[in-house]
């Protein structure tokens, strides 16, 4: 492999880069080694391993990306390693209970999906994408057992939910054991000198130093990025909790979902989601702190910044622009999703079709089940050409509903066809 000096040779020079890395970060185990490894002067193997477990990518998934992206800006190549094979594991980390194991197909669709999003983060320049299918998908029994000889039941509960599960009489499943050492394993196989990962992979990612030393490769550095909180400012983003920003969601959608955050968060998601430089996060804490920029003004710049990521620039403008025709204005949005009303027999009853199917229709992410758009009408969200709809059990024929604009909340709308 072609190795390329880097400025991480000087010390000022990496004494910048760590500075760049360890902002919004947990742990660096170690900072002595990365400072050894930048000032070698050439580019690190930087691995992250993501197993494709859903259909999307939210902010909070995309913090250690944009810190996989900070690497690759720095001369480093990204190391992104599709877990199709330990998918079908399960990652137990965190989990009070075993994972239910995912079919090759579903980890086939969620990884086309993860695949094409995490290109919208990092740079295509020093780049490498791999499955680790690749190596452990061909591992034979006798492989395997070598493997889980390389460490003992008493270091697997080491790790906290492990021991927590063990205490309390939690069924473990030997599978379980056996994935931290899988994960360690892409790691020798790839020759990682860093390994990124959330806060809760720290185990995992410990393991595959410990695999690379024993099998007479230097040991990784591992490098750990906080949980982000999502919108309620309590949770942890997470899409069954409904409090996400989705990267591929549309710039309205992130803008007016962003804008609905917690004053309090602010310093924190310009440090995890912006990938700004720390002189400037540090410009806008301390503006945020002495009162010269309002919370509320600091919301739309974040909102403007995240949109711009993953929009193209120019995206955030336009999206506030929007977002103040409608709701500083008053008035419809120009843009905005289109239904067809249904005129099937069978979904009509004596030639109407009910509003909260009508929601489920328009709106799915927002609206689940005809259930939920009842409770929603019920809670005076609803809106047919700006006035309330104040009755849950409202149906219309398709012709009454035809070119109406129908209003959730205020940031869905649809224009009814």
């Known amino acids: ?17 760590l500075r760049i890395l360890r902002t919004g970060a947990v742990e660096l185990i170690t900072e002595a080694d990365l400072t050894r490894k930048l000032a070698a002067g050439r580019p690190l193997r930087v691995k992250l391993g993501i197993d494709p477990t859903a259909s999307d990518i939210h902010l909070g998934f995309a913090v250690v990306l944009r810190k996989l992206r900070q690497f690759q800006e720095l001369g480093h190549v990204a190391v992104l390693i599709i877990g199709d094979f330990t998918a079908q594991v399960g990652d137990p980390s965190g989990k009070s209970a075993t994972r239910p194991r995912l079919s ?14 995490a290109r919208r983060i990092l740079l295509e320049d020093h780049l490498e994408i791999r499955r680790n299918s690749e190596w452990l998908g061909v591992m034979g029994i006798e492989d395997v057992l070598r493997l889980a000889a390389r460490t003992t039941v008493a270091r697997m509960l080491e790790r ?37 990962g959330g806060t809760d992979q720290l185990f995992n990612n410990l393991m595959g130093r410990m695999l690379q030393e024993q099998e007479g490769q230097e040991g990784q550095c591992v490098l750990t990025t906080p949980l982000l909180e ?23 959608e992130q803008y007016g979902k962003l804008l609905s955050l ?45 949109v711009d990521l993953y929009h193209g620039e120019g995206a955030g403008a336009e999206a506030e622009a929007a977002f103040d025709r409608v709701f500083r204005s008053h008035e419809v949005p120009t843009e905005m999703a289109e239904l067809v009303v249904p005129t099937d027999p069978g ?34 969200g609803v809106r047919l050409d700006g006035e309330v709809v104040e009755d849950p059990d409202l149906a ?16 869905n709308w649809a224009r009814l066809a």
């Open 1 to 17: 492999m072609e190795q390329r000096r880097t400025s991480g040779a000087s010390e000022p020079a990496v004494r910048e880069q």
């Open 347 to 380: 979904v009509l009853r004596d030639g109407r079709i009910r509003l909260d199917r009508v929601l489920a229709l328009a709106f799915p992410s927002a609206v689940p089940s005809n259930k939920e758009g009842r409770r929603k009408i019920e809670q005076g």
């Open 396 to 411: 219309l024929t398709p012709g009454e509903l035809t070119g109406r604009t129908l209003q959730l909340g205020r940031r």
């Open 160 to 196: 906290d939910d492990f021991s927590r599960r063990y205490r309390d009489g939690v069924a473990i499943s030997v599978m379980e054991f056996l994935y931290p050492l899988l994960q360690g394993w892409d790691s020798v196989m790839v020759e990682a000198d860093v390994e990124l």
């Open 230 to 252: 999502g919108l309620d400012g309590v949770n942890k983003m997470s899409k069954s909790l409904g409090n996400v920003v989705g990267i591929a969601e549309a710039p309205g």
């Open 104 to 117: 090759k197909e579903e980890v086939d669709a969620y990884a086309a999906t993860y695949v094409e999003q």
């Open 262 to 306: 917690p004053d309090d968060l602010m310093p924190r998601y310009f440090t995890l989601t912006t990938g700004w430089h720390p002189d400037r996060i540090d410009e806008v804490a301390t503006a945020l702190a002495s009162g010269a920029l309002a919370p509320v003004d600091a919301k739309r710049l974040l909102a403007r910044t995240v």
